[in-house]
Each structure stands twice: as C-alpha cells, then as structure tokens.
Nanobody
Framework: QVELVESGGGLVQPGESLRLSCTAS????????MGWYRQAPGKERELVAH???????NYGDSVKGRFTISRDNAKDTVYLQMNSLKPEDTAVYYC???????????????WGQGTQVTVSS
C-alpha cells in the first residue's frame, strides 16, 4: 500500500538551512495533497506547510517567509526547504499524504516515520 520515505533531517546551527524530502509510493501522487507537520517536546503536533494537488500552498505563521513547500510529481516527491532556521524550529518533522478515496469526499491520511531536525549552537 502507501509508503512514505523521508530524508534530510539533521543537526544545524541557527541561520542555516535544510531540505527535507518525502517520496511516496503505492498511490496516484498527482491526486494527493501533501503536508509537513512537526512536533516539539511537550507540544502538540502542528502544521508547518501544506500543498494541494493543484499546487496551492499554505504555511504555519511561524514559518512564513522562511520555509517553502514544493512537489515534483515526476518524482512522487514533496520537499520542504527550510531557511533561516531557529532553535524554536527544533522538532520531529512528519510528512503526511492525503489520498482521495471515493465519490463522497473521503480522504485517507498516511504518515511518514518522522525525521529529527535540531537547531542549536
């Protein structure tokens, strides 16, 4: 079935950049919306960025102007370019796929395994 493989997390200093990747299989990727979420210790999981099948994007307020979500349908991959990283960005980042599943607007969610991003001096 659907599988999501994430990569790109790591340890960086404040002000540096990272690019996360999430590649999907077992789905018709062009029909799917994709998102990045993160969860820091002691906090709820929150939306970072979202992109629809039609390339409409939305961002959480804390990352607007610094992060960019994009997709490459030829590679079944969604990216999160993270610039000007701050210590407050430290979290586990999760890729989510939203798959349309029927004529009644049903949607199935699939999650990646998560990748750790740590921003520290």
């Amino acid at each position: 079935q659907v599988e999501l493989v994430e990569s790109g997390g790591g340890l960086v200093q404040p002000g540096e950049s990272l690019r996360l990747s999430c590649t999907a299989s077992g789905t018709i990727f062009t029909r799917d919306a994709m998102g990045w979420y993160r969860q820091a210790p002691g906090k709820e999981r929150e939306l970072v960025a979202h992109i629809t099948a039609g390339d409409i994007t939305n961002y959480g307020d804390s990352v607007k102007g610094r992060f960019t979500i994009s997709r490459d349908n030829a590679k079944d991959t969604v990216y999160l370019q993270m610039n000007s990283l701050k210590p407050e960005d430290t979290a586990v980042y999760y890729c989510k796929l939203e798959e349309p599943n029927g004529p009644r607007s049903e949607v199935l969610d699939y999650w990646g395994q998560g990748t750790q991003v740590t921003v520290s001096s």
